[in-house]
């Protein structure tokens, strides 16, 4: 498999999805964090775990054993991060014939998807990827953007999301929706920490109006 194209940056729900993981060390311990911080439902099978691991003992199914392809059974991605780069290779071509997910870790050819570096702020989730060939440059543009991102951005999203099946209930007309849309995320980006939900209601009424007219 020849990787030569970029990676599209599907967003997926992992939520209570099956994610196995197949390696104890440092490695494996990071995409655990990662996972739980989206609430992958995980299971992580090695003979020998980083002590790291003990504090998600209540958190993840762990089985202590070596890769058995039993193992892949219902899962819905997995991640290869073992130090046998012939076990993860089985576990790649056994992914692969099962029609699974399959991420091995340092290994670009053998990724049907990728980690990237990610920002997760609330509700706010962007991911940065140099598309397997400089993870290090990832981490910098992360910090990078990171850096730009203001503090109020988390609460106006918060906002639109209780408002948006009142604006598409309310307001008929898909332009004038748009625009509702458009004057909200502007207002908000006038007033930042000041924006609240009465400015949502003041624009909502002053487009109902418009609504009505036509």
Not at 118 to 130: F, R
Request: with cysteine; glycine share 4%; charged share 30%.
């Amino acid at each position: 498999m020849v990787k030569w194209l970029s990676y599209f940056p599907f967003f997926i729900d992992v939520k209570d999805k099956k994610c196995t993981i197949f390696g104890g060390g440092l490695v494996a311990l990071r995409k655990v964090e990662a996972l739980l911080d989206f609430g992958a439902k995980i299971k992580l099978i090695s003979p020998k775990l980083h002590d790291d691991f003990s504090k998600y003992n209540k958190k993840i199914d762990i089985v202590i054993d070596s890769y058995k392809p039993k193992y892949l059974n219902g899962s819905f991605f997995v991640i290869a991060a073992t130090n046998n780069e012939q076990v993860n290779k089985e576990i790649f071509y056994e992914c692969e014939k099962n029609k699974i997910l399959i991420n091995v870790v340092d290994d670009i050819e053998k990724c049907v998807f990728i980690f990237p570096s990610y920002i997760k702020i609330d509700d706010i989730s962007i991911g940065i990827t140099s598309s397997g060939k400089s993870p290090s440059m990832s981490k910098q543009i992360k910090k990078d953007i990171e850096n730009i991102i203001p503090n109020y951005y988390s609460n106006v999203i918060s906002l639109l999301g209780k408002y948006r099946d009142t604006i598409k209930n309310r307001i008929v007309q898909d332009s004038l929706r748009m625009k509702t849309m458009k004057k909200i995320v502007e207002k908000a980006l006038e007033e930042k920490e000041e924006f609240n939900k009465n400015h949502i209601e003041a624009i909502i009424e002053e487009f109902l109006k418009k609504d009505i007219k036509n």
